[in-house]
């Protein structure tokens, strides 16, 4: 899905703790792939096992990620790590979504936007879902990435304008060195 496409398809999202996981996966360089999407083994739709918040991809890596704002994460948590890093299942989610088919490998993301980081409460919830390319951000940490992609952004757009208009009347545009 193109970023134009992608960014209507956020915006028009009914959870807004989704559109802004959403939004800051758009502007981190993610392509977005699907919303909202239930997920059964062998396509059966009778039988579904959980549904993808959001799927993006980037080069050969699937992102699939689940949104939560629950107040007790522990079994939603473990639930979404078993059922997505299960084979069966991202191979149904390889057939639903052609975009993904040739992906190489898979991480899974829970934003957590409910709770801070304490270290204790998370040790007992890291040691069985603690695989590799499982990934929790918690809401402080959304925070600070949300601040840092931002401030990112605004860093290449001041050094953009910093190009621009250090131009001397009708003169050529002066590159900063090493620019």
Not at 112 to 125: N, Q, V
Not at 150 to 178: A, M, Q, Y
């Amino acid at each position: 899905m193109e970023d134009r496409e992608a960014r209507i398809v956020v915006r028009h999202m009914d959870d807004e703790e989704e559109r802004d996981v959403g939004n800051l996966l758009l502007d981190a360089g993610l392509r977005l792939v699907a919303v909202n999407m239930s997920v059964s083994p062998e396509d059966d739709r009778s039988s579904n096992v959980g549904e993808v918040d959001l799927l993006f991809r980037h080069g050969e890596t699937a992102f699939v990620v689940e949104v939560s704002v629950q107040s007790k994460r522990g079994e939603k948590l473990r639930k979404f790590f078993d059922v997505f890093s299960r084979t069966e299942t991202l191979d149904s989610l390889k057939r639903r979504c052609p975009e993904i088919a040739n992906v190489q490998s898979f991480k899974r993301v829970y934003f957590d936007m409910r709770h801070p980081y304490k270290e204790s409460e998370l040790d007992a919830i890291m040691d069985p879902i603690g695989k590799e390319n499982n990934y929790i951000v918690l809401r402080d940490e959304f925070d600070k990435i949300k601040g840092w992609i931002g401030g990112e952004k605004k860093r290449r757009v001041d050094g953009f304008l910093g190009i621009v208009t250090s131009r001397d009347r009708n003169g050529p545009i002066s590159f900063p060195r090493g620019g």
